[in-house]
């Protein structure tokens, strides 16, 4: 068993499980794939201190730091069920896809989440060559340049607000025939020249000439009419989804949307049990504010453990 044991190995685990055991705690991670969703990014401009780095870069650069440590890192481990200490200060158990399971008297939950994906052809091949999710990554890179925001909730109009600022022109497609987001922001969307919304409009297709993206097809869903486009980035803003399914029935509360609901010292409704990064509430979901809620975490766990003996 261990004192502290990390479910997930992005930012947010690597960081907490670093915390934990400077802090001289016996520290495990299980994560299906270390590294996370960083592993799928291409440029990194926003991790403060490195002007440049690429997702794979600093995927290694988590693991070796973590490999400093006496840390029990377990790779291509799924988490399917947490069953929570019967005593304060007992021990937690996670059950895992290939019938395993460990122990820990704390746990930090750092899932993270994934971003839902359109489907449509071209989605997938032209990922991180036009298609894009996250604004404030990416938006600087479409500097001067037309793209589209799919989805018209607060995060599409919120990323179309955003990158108006930056690219040259905007058009943001919604579904449904109206807009989903706050007024206040339909209000801020509106007041730009260089944006143009489009309501019931399915997106059918993203086109692009092998290389890059060069456009964007869809319904209009009034009409039955296929329309098409020119643009050469597409934001992809209909949902975050965290990775908490197997969560459901712990114990662990879930917000109506499925994030993991943590107060300001990372910790949940259950003692003994903290979360970090893109699984939980916190606001705003980035690789450095993901370190710093796992080193929160990681710290609430510590103070936990030193006032919570073993029964
Ligand atoms: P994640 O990185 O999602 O890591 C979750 C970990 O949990 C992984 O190890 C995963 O395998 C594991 N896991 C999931 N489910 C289970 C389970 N059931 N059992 C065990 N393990 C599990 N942010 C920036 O700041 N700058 C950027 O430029 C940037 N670009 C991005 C580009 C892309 C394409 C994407 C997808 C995201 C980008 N982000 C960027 C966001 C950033 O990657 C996330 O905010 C950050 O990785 C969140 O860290 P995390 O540790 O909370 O979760």
Redesign the pocket.
């Known amino acids: 068993p261990f004192e502290v044991l990390v479910?997930?190995?992005?930012?947010?685990?690597?960081?907490a499980a670093i915390y934990t055991a400077r802090k001289g705690f016996s520290t495990g991670i299980?994560?299906?794939?270390?590294?996370?969703?960083?592993?799928?990014?291409?440029?990194?401009?926003?991790?403060i201190s490195v002007p440049y780095t690429e997702?794979p870069k600093l995927a290694a650069a988590l693991e070796t730091h973590v490999g400093e440590y006496d840390i029990d890192v377990m790779n291509l481990?799924?988490?399917?069920k947490l069953i929570p200490a019967a005593q304060l200060g007992g021990y937690h158990e996670v059950v895992?896809?290939n019938g395993a399971s460990l122990k820990a008297r704390s746990l930090v939950l750092?899932?993270?989440?994934?971003?839902r994906n359109l489907g449509v052809p071209g989605e997938a091949e032209y990922?991180?060559k036009g298609v894009?999710?996250?604004p404030?990554?990416?938006g600087p890179l479409f500097k001067g340049k037309r793209v589209a925001v799919i989805g018209g909730g607060n995060s599409g109009v919120e990323a179309a607000i955003d990158l108006a600022l930056i690219v040259g022109h905007v058009t943001l497609i919604e579904f449904d025939s109206q807009l989903r987001a706050d007024q206040v922001l339909q209000d801020k969307l509106r007041s730009f020249a260089n944006v143009d919304i489009i309501v019931s409009a399915q997106t059918t297709e993203v086109t692009g000439d092998g290389e890059k993206v060069n456009g964007l097809s869809y319904k209009d869903r009034e009409s039955g009419e296929e329309k098409h486009v020119e643009l050469e980035g597409v934001f992809v803003q209909i949902g975050l989804v965290p990775?908490t399914?197997?969560l459901k029935d712990s114990g662990v509360e879930l917000s109506p949307r499925g994030e993991i609901v943590i107060d300001a010292k990372g910790a949940t409704n259950l003692p003994g049990v903290f979360a970090?990064?893109?699984?939980?509430t916190v606001p705003y979901?980035?690789?450095?504010?993901?370190?710093g809620?796992?080193a929160k975490a990681a710290l609430s766990a510590f103070d936990y453990l030193i006032r919570n003996e073993a029964p």
């Open positions: 479910i997930g190995g992005g930012p947010a685990g690597a960081s299980a994560a299906e794939r270390f590294g996370g969703q960083v592993q799928d990014t291409m440029g990194i401009e926003n991790f997702g481990l799924r988490a399917e895992f896809e750092s899932t993270g989440a994934r971003w990922q991180t894009a999710y996250c404030h990554c990416d990775n399914e197997w970090a990064g893109d699984a939980t979901k980035q690789i450095i504010i993901s370190m809620e796992g």
